[in-house]
């Protein structure tokens, strides 16, 4: 009966999956629970059939494979009861037994199956709480680096990178705002792992080619949720820093807008939203004087720094965007000059000017 089962049953040829003498006494173990019940009847004890089935789920062998291997042994087991009877055996004994035999092997087929379904969804929610420890574990840092490797391993990730940090902004607890973004990430053989929490989605993504980003962040794209995305980086211990700069990203996206924000594409900004009390006191050190002007010429000598930053420093498409004459650009820039005593035309005053207006702003981008 093992001999026939293994050399039917493609799974049940490897040795090392399912060693042969534990293969030969489950089919004993099984023959002898079924030839016991035709003996004395009463009702059927499935115990033998149960442990296959967990047996099986443990080893990872296909309950269909399972099933298979058990209606071989039955339909071996039959056919060796019909020889032995044939001659003392009347036809009608034997197809009264055999209704009997192919009942019980249906009853303890079911045993099977059900005890095969149970463990294998004991060891898959096994599997899934390790798996969101693990997760959990990159995310937050507490993991050692001798067992990164092995993380990476067991969460389907390369052991080395690139990689990248995506969050996005969820509406509310539970919601899954890149819902379907990891299976369309696997379809472009991009891995990664995630973690939901009330109020954001967390992924980390394998980034293993040159092409790899582009196709990530079109992907993300897609589910037109507000996303923070971080730097590339080359080791699993910097996920922690990571996260924080996507999460840096993300509050640096306007309210009420969706898409994905960047950390590398305004590191400026980022690094500003990183910390607020300094930006803050740059804020006084830099812009005080022009904040305690009259809301209307605050506002609008605001906006045309920022028109004239966008525009590289060109008056003239600063003017273009705000609807202006070029000298109605120039003289407001001098008025900034004047206010705060920094020439805009030294490139270090001038970044110290550029880096208080990105902290000016709240993150629905008016003016503080």
């Known amino acids: 009966m093992a001999q026939r089962i293994r050399s039917d049953v493609d799974t049940y040829k490897d040795e090392s999956l399912i060693p042969f003498d534990s293969l030969r006494r489950s089919c004993v173990a099984n023959a002898d629970l079924i030839l016991t019940s035709l003996r004395h009847g009463g009702a059927p004890d499935a115990s033998s059939a149960r442990e296959t089935g967990r047996a099986r789920a443990r080893q990872g062998v296909p309950l269909a494979d399972t099933l298979h291997a058990y209606r071989i042994g039955a339909e071996l087991l039959w056919a060796e009861i019909l020889e ?23 009853l303890y087929a079911e045993a099977t199956a059900e005890a095969y379904r149970e463990k294998a969804a004991e060891l898959t929610s096994r599997g899934q709480a390790r798996r969101s420890t693990l997760v959990e ?57 995630w973690r939901l929490l009330p109020d954001q989605q967390l992924a980390l993504i394998a980034l293993p080619t040159a092409t790899a980003e582009t196709a990530c962040l079109r992907v993300l794209r897609r589910a037109h949720a507000r996303v923070g995305f971080s ?41 500003v939203a990183a910390a607020p009390a300094e930006a803050a006191h740059l804020v006084e050190a830099v812009l005080q004087p022009v904040i305690d002007l009259p809301a209307p010429e605050r506002s609008r000598l605001l906006t045309t720094l920022e028109h004239w930053f966008t525009a590289a420093g060109s008056a003239g498409a600063a003017a273009q965007s705000l609807f202006v004459h070029p000298n109605t650009v120039r003289y407001r820039l001098r008025r900034v000059e004047e206010l ?27 003016h503080r």
């Not at 990476?152 to 509310?172: I, S, T």
């Not at 969706?258 to 400026?268: E, I």
């Open 137 to 193: 574990a990159l995310f937050s840092g507490i993991i050692t680096d001798r067992t990164l490797w092995e993380a990476a391993r067991e969460l389907g990730l390369p052991e080395h990178g690139p990689y990248a940090v995506a969050v996005a902004e969820a509406g509310a607890p539970g919601e899954e705002p890149l819902s379907g973004a990891e299976t369309a990430l696997r379809q472009e053989e991009l891995p990664s792992v």
């Open 340 to 366: 705060t005593g920094r020439s805009l035309t030294d490139p270090r005053t001038a970044a110290d000017i550029g880096a208080a207006l990105l902290a000016v702003r709240d993150p629905r981008g008016k």
């Open 231 to 271: 730097p590339r980086f080359q080791a699993l211990q910097d996920t922690p820093q990571a996260l924080r700069f996507a999460r840096l990203a993300l509050a640096g996206l306007r309210s009420g807008r969706t898409g994905v924000a960047r950390f590398d594409d305004n590191p400026l900004a980022m690094v």
């Open 84 to 106: 032995e009877a044939r001659t003392e055996v009347s036809a009608d004994v034997l197809l009264s037994e055999s209704t009997r035999f192919w009942a019980s092997f249906g």
